[in-house]
DNA sequence: CCTTGACATAGTAATTATTACTAATTATTT
DNA sequence: AAATAATTAGTAATAATTACTATGTCAAGG
């Protein structure tokens, strides 16, 4: 049998994974690897997210789209999809049920799982299909005023589960420490952000509301 | 609004889904569809079946697997997926159940529709799987002692709906049209094909156990 | 009937996501 | 420490699909 090594590489694909909310692509973890380990290759991503698939430390989806997604979630759930931005959700409900429904016997496969896969429109995509005549208007005064760097490190903050500081958000976006943690103040006024220990910050709801 | 034309291609693309059981592939439909347009484009192929897929004559999977697949039944049905070889049968059950659960409003999504795949072991490769022995022995009484044309012959046979002449088979084989009918005759003695009409030849219940 | 323009096509190039390969490196066992 | 095995970075190769381009076809309006 072959021996299973937890590598440093390993380690930090696990973590990222971990840290992440959705059900990120190979190439988005490798994005976000690289700003920690910078001579990590892309093949080295993806036969480790085999690996640790196969090893059961994370779930591997293939599910529509083109890329395969990948998530630490190991309890069984299912999956929604937004047919417009293609992000993926959880969605938890019995499968079981349907598993003892007879038709196994009936078409003669000996089932080992199952997959549901609920498609539509996600709640961010319906807000922005609503309001079309805005579009040449002002802008600003719907959004709670938000400007693009404000915007980027909310959205930063918004993918991950648990509270970053603000290096891990300069590392998951284009700007500098100094100019996160000065958007980081002024977010935190307003009540968008929250941080639930010294320099460690994380979105509220009235943030995610914001976006 | 863009004006659908039916031209001689998409009819042949769409007489050959029709005549498929399974859910081809792009690359196996084009396969099949050269014995008839030599010149047609896998392009053009891979066109067409999008916007068949767009019109609603056909409809696209996005299931397991690398390639995507396609079939011609237009009502609600979902897929059952074999892990080992890659086959991909039809299932039928009720979905709205689950639409109504009330999972809907729990998660904010606007729920377009539901697909649901389930995984397992087809009963061929159970079949397979079973008997791992007989490898080296004889190898010809299990199966009724079909050679390696009559197999083909029943093989494509299987795979349609509709009942094939000779020719069709020759098309869809490597097979000339002299070899078919010989083995179609062969088949037909030992009560694996039947002919519906003369000159239409399908497969049996006992053929398709013989495979 | 002949031109015009939208739609289609074959053939090919390009792209995207993933996998395979290779030589070098690191860890584990002997 | 030497031998062996697992792992890596970097790159090449592959598979499936899509984009592009020049050419062709068809149906309607002058």
Redesign the interface.
Known sequence: MKFFRMTNQREVILEEIGRYKGHPTADLLYERIKKKLPHISLATVYRNLEILSEVGKIRKL?I??RQKRFDRELKEHNH?Y??QCHRI?N???VSEQ?LA?G?EKE?????????????????EC?RKNKPQKQNESADSHVTCKLNTRQREVLAALESYTTPCTGKDIAAMTSLEAAQVSCQLASLKKKGLVASPARWKYKITKAGKDAL
């Open positions: 293939e529509s789209g929604i937004c047919l959700d969605i938890h409900m349907m429904s038709s078409i003669g496969y000996k089932i080992s799982g199952c997959r549901i896969e609920f498609f539509g429109i996600c709640p319906q």
